[in-house]
């Protein structure tokens, strides 16, 4: 299957501070990638989606000025959480879906996960 | 409603039994549909993609309902190494490739 890592794994940091999060697909061009928040016994809760070369689409109730998402290549897309508070701290997950008109395209390929604590 | 609902569980069962879970999907329009499962703590991984027609994959089988708009897995044989959280999702066939999850069947296998 196709490879999709995650940047970095694990971040601890101080409440104000902003962290940057980084989803590559490694083996294939990702025209679509998206961003999942995932708390404790909870289900995955869809943040945003990005395509490449354009504007994220948030879902409702994700402030797009506190997560910015940035697309700029078919192979990277990247999550800054700004002024992080401690509520911020969960699960952040990306997936990647590839180009292609069959519908494989489709299927969704995730990153391991980085989970942000902020103290 | 929810778009994509399924099983609430838990499923505990014994090792070597034969566990079904269910998903029912509210959008007519969907296309695509798979089956994931997320280990605790970790990312989800495809388990399967679901064919119209229905397919097996050793010990798993998915099938596809479309006019009950219904998906189900089934895994025979369970291993101790099977217990995890089930995802059901559905995606539409469009160029968006937004997929809806379900909440997850938690299946835990005992010895």
């Known amino acids: 299957g196709a490879v999709v890592s995650q940047h970095p794994s694990r971040v601890i940091c101080k409440s104000g501070t902003s962290v940057k999060i980084e989803c590559r697909s490694l083996?294939?061009?990702?025209?679509?990638m998206f961003w999942y928040r995932q708390f404790p016994k909870q289900s995955l809760m869809l943040m945003a989606t990005?395509?490449?070369?354009?504007?994220?689409?948030?879902e409702q109730g994700v402030e797009k000025d506190k997560f910015l998402i940035n697309h700029a290549s078919l192979t990277l897309s990247t999550l800054t959480v700004t002024s992080a508070h401690p509520e911020d701290s969960s699960f952040y997950i990306c997936?990647?879906?590839?180009?292609?008109?069959?519908?494989?395209?489709?299927?969704?390929?995730f990153g391991p996960g980085t989970r942000l604590t902020v103290t | 409603r929810k778009e994509v609902e399924q099983d609430p569980g838990p499923f505990n069962v014994p090792e070597g039994a034969t566990v079904a879970f269910n998903c029912t999907y509210s959008?007519?329009?969907?296309?695509?549909f798979f089956w994931y499962r997320q280990d605790c703590r970790k990312e989800p991984k495809l388990l399967m993609s679901?064919?119209?027609s229905g397919n097996e994959d050793g010990r798993f089988t998915a099938q596809l309902n479309r006019a009950s708009q219904y998906i189900s897995l089934l895994i025979r044989d369970s291993k101790l190494s099977d217990s995890a959280t089930y995802l059901c999702?559905?995606?539409?066939?469009?160029?968006?490739?937004?997929?809806?999850f379900g909440d997850g069947t938690t299946l835990t296998v005992k010895p």
């Open positions: 990005s395509n490449e070369g354009s504007k994220a689409t948030y």
């Open positions: 997936s990647a879906s590839g180009t292609g008109r069959d519908r494989w395209s489709y299927e969704q390929y």
């Open positions: 959008n007519s329009a969907s296309q695509s």
């Open positions: 999702v559905v995606a539409p066939n469009t160029n968006a490739g937004k997929s809806t």
């Open positions: 083996d294939f061009q990702a025209t679509t």
């Open positions: 679901v064919y119209s």
